[in-house]
């Protein structure tokens, strides 16, 4: 029997029992990318945290009863400026499709180094997709339907040939969540911390842009509400749309619920720390009032800051990394491991020293048990993740299982979580690769240590030892006569 989950809910601030609305239909939305540049390394935090948590609902509810969908945004002035640099000659459509669909295809190489399930990793075809990643430009229709719809309900009004929000209009609702219940804080608390827009057209400072128009270099649309002018839609309405269009209306005639009121409703709404406000203050703004829901998604989490060596990442700090930058010198499954001996709700210290402790323990275990394809996750292991995710006890009771020399049963659980991907000897020769000497020169130098040995050359097999540490290259005599050999880091 599968254990209890529990996930903290930022919107209670509490650890709690998760129930999902349909146990058939487990949904859940995480925020994704933004596709104008390489992605960097605190990207990689929500990415791999919820590529878990992918994975444990999978295994407690079955694979064919999780639905995971992760937005990838195609529209945005960042974007935008990027075209038009990269792409001067091209037409302004054209040049934003040229960027987009080049950073989404590294950003898509780049996490799959990391070990992250992607779409074509689960969906069937002719099922049903469990992993759905839209964009934000093919979900135009599905963002004008809600915007017209918080038009209608008095919850947005048009002023300059934008679309605005009214948050003061929410606050006179009765059964509808308060602005401000996801971050606890008041209208006049997130007024003063907030860097907001100052614009003559909005009623109120803390009013928000759903539709604004374009310019002859932005991409344009059709404009909802009558307004002529084509024009574009705002960051925050864009999940709210991909988030209704994939796990409520995808599911109309498919949820088993008891209450009517959660079919607009779905189970897990995720993303990183900085995105509770203003974005998923926002989501929850539109789309309940929109749906006239008291809630968008019944539990959200979120992952924690990351700092790189004690400091804020940053490019003026020449500590900013990017994932493609950081695998040139790390495999993929070091960075995976290395962010999940942190909690994923806490801060995280991201170090050369926690990526040389994770090498050096992967290097362990492809070791011992890096043979075999077995994927199965342990009772205790499911326990431990069950628990608000709680990887550092997870990888204890890893450590664990190596400890009893249960290899086997190590190794099939590592799988399970998208480790020991790459066989041993793929692992090996990667080190090896990563070599500034030509692995042939080694093998050399390790016959010439033999023969000095079988000699019982004592100084020179030692001096071969030290000019082959000198290369960082460890070496390791087995008890059947052979001689191996690793890269060191």
Known sequence: MAPQLKLYNTLTRSKDAFVPIDPGNVRMYVCGPTVYDYAHIG??????VFDLLF???R?????EAVTYVRNITDVDDKINARAARDYPGLPHNEAIREVTLKTEEQFHADIQALGVLMPEDVNIPGIRPSFVEPRATEHISEMRMIIERLIERGNAYVAEDHVLFSVASMQELSGLPKYGALSKRSLDELLSGARVDVAPYKRDPMDFVLWKPSGPQDPA???PAGIKTPGRPGWHIECSAMSWKHLIQAFETRLSCSDPTEREIFDIHGGGIDLVFPHHENEIAQSCCAFQTPRMANVWMHNGFLQVEGE???KSL????TIHDLLKDWPGEVLRFNMLRTHYRQPIDWTVKGLEESQKTLDRWYELAGHGERA?????IVEALADDLNTPKMLAELHALDGEGAHDELGANLRAMGFLREGVEGWKARKRASLAVDPAVIERLIAARKEARAAKNWPESDRIRDELAALNVVVKDNKDGTTTW???R
């Open 221 to 223: 649309w059709p404009s």
């Open 55 to 57: 994975r444990l609902l």
């Open 486 to 488: 690793e890269v060191a």
């Open 59 to 63: 295994h407690v509810y079955g694979a």
């Open 43 to 48: 990207n990689a935090r929500p990415i791999i």
């Open 312 to 314: 804020k990442m940053s």
């Open 376 to 380: 199965q996750w342990s009772e205790h």
């Open 318 to 321: 020449g500590n900013f990394f």
